[in-house]
């Protein structure tokens, strides 16, 4: 019994490395598109704003497995054939970049006209402010709504799946087929369990790390 | 050192600064006053170029605001009624952001400049505090010595003890005072009278976007010359 845990645990942690890579790899990515399209949606430049609001009006308005799906299985049809974890990474960074936008956007105008104001008579420009005056100020109210997205992407990669991603929960779910035990998915929850407390612990330090200040 | 001619502004259909004319000269004090309303801030925060005037002509140190945009508001500072101090950042993270971000000053520069600053503000012990563990008072003394980190010729107060506590008033009006003697160019929109009338070299009365009176302090104090003033005053005089 000891043995086939160890065991079963083992092959699952091989299809939670693809699950770690899909993970980092939307984790950056999507929080660079985020910090780009809050910035754009506050540039009160019109076109860029329209642009901006459909976006994330499509992506926060749409399943994400519809998404994947679309990258994975519609766009061969319009001829752009993508492997699957190049398809899920896409689906993934698109889909929490918009999210993102949204959250750093609110972050960014939750601050006081005072900062600008302040930041323009000491004669920052537009590009000093935000990147040492907003922005900075801004990381802190939006950790806890990072904080909630870190833990829905945990979650939200095991849809990749679907797409015959060899992940953590797919891994699982060939154990359990293969030796018709109910063990493999409780070792898959166990995994998911540790994911998120890490995660969570690492944002609660950063909180705490913030809450220096205010 | 500032000279504005027949300057206007409007938000939308309200003027809210019109045909507004004076001269500062290079070490002068000047007091704002007037009712709430008046202009005063629009004043002091288009001098800064926070507001773009509609009209008229403004000059900082010769330099046209127009024409040179922001090189004509290097030489000043401001200090707002609010603060606004950069909260997550120390006091000493405050007074050393500018000068470095913008004039380029080394670190070590930065910080020693902004030690001497804090030391005249008589806030030396504060310097690794951050602006939410200070008094309101503590505050604008920080944003005043911020605004001073950048050598400005000319400094610019907006209602500086308005939002504090009144036994925190005195210990910013001093260092205000202490300026003053320093034959820095200043204007500064208070509601203190009695700092007002020692302080200032002139007064401007501001009513409905106009400076209605530019007058030297006695002669506005003892002896105001319209009856809008006097009620004014009279006002002010028994809410303190
Ligand atoms: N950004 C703005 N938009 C519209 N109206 C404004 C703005 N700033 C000031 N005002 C109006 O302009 C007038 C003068 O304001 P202000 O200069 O702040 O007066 P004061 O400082 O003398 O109290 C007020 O009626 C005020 O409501
Ligand atoms: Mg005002």
Do not use: C
């Not at chain 2, 907006?158 to 036994?167: H, V």
């Amino acid at each position: 019994m000891f043995d086939y845990i160890l065991n079963v645990s083992g092959y699952v942690l091989e299809g939670s490395l693809v699950t770690f890579q899909l993970y980092l790899v939307t984790a950056i990515f999507s929080v660079i598109l985020g910090v780009l399209g809050a910035l754009g949606k506050i540039s009160k430049i019109p076109l860029l704003e329209s642009i901006l609001s459909f976006y994330t009006w499509v992506f926060r308005g749409t399943p994400l497995l519809l998404q994947l799906f679309f990258a994975y299985y519609g766009l061969p049809v319009l001829g752009i054939t993508l492997e699957p974890f190049p398809a899920a990474a896409l689906t993934f960074i698109v889909n929490y970049g918009a999210y993102f936008t949204e959250i750093f956007r609110g972050g960014i105008e939750s601050i006081g006209d005072g900062q600008y104001e302040a930041a323009k008579v000491l004669g920052m420009n537009y590009r000093q402010t935000m990147s040492r005056i907003i922005i900075p100020q801004t990381v802190k109210r939006v950790l806890p709504a990072t904080s909630n997205e870190a833990i829905n992407l945990v979650k939200d990669s095991a849809l990749v799946a679907v797409i015959g991603l060899g992940d953590l929960l797919r891994a699982a779910k060939v154990a359990v087929t293969r030796d018709f035990s109910i063990i493999p998915f409780i070792i898959a929850a166990v995994f998911y369990l540790i994911i998120s407390s890490v995660i969570v612990t690492v944002f609660r330090k950063l909180e705490e790390k913030y809450s220096v200040y205010e | 050192m500032i000279k504005a001619k027949n300057i206007n502004k409007s938000f939308g259909e309200l003027e809210v600064l019109r045909d507004v004319s004076f001269d500062v000269q290079q070490g002068e004090v000047i007091s704002i006053i007037g009712p709430s309303g008046s202009g005063k801030s629009t004043l002091l925060r288009s001098l800064i170029g926070l507001e773009e005037i509609n009209s008229g002509k403004l000059f900082i140190e010769g330099i046209s605001v127009k024409k040179s945009g922001k090189k004509a508001y290097e030489k000043m500072g401001m200090v707002f009624q609010g603060f606004n101090l950069f909260p997550h950042k120390t006091v000493m993270g405050n007074l050393i952001e500018a000068p470095i971000v913008v004039k380029g000053e080394t670190k070590g520069e930065a910080k020693k400049r902004a030690e001497e600053l804090l030391n005249k503000v008589g806030l030396t012990d504060k310097k690794d505090s951050y602006p939410a563990q200070l008094s309101g008072g503590q505050k604008q003394r920080v944003a005043i010595a911020r605004a001073l980190a950048m050598e400005p010729d000319i400094m610019l107060f907006d209602e500086p003890t308005s939002s504090l506590d009144p036994e925190l008033v005195g210990e910013v009006l001093t260092v205000i005072r202490g300026l003053a003697d320093e034959n820095i160019t200043m204007m500064i929109v208070t509601h203190e009278m009695g700092f007002a009338k020692d302080v200032s070299d002139r007064v401007f009365f501001m009513d409905h976007g106009k400076i209605i009176s530019d007058t030297v302090p006695e002669k506005i104090f003892v002896n105001p010359e319209s009856e809008r003033i006097q009620n004014f005053l009279t006002k002010i005089l028994s809410q303190n």
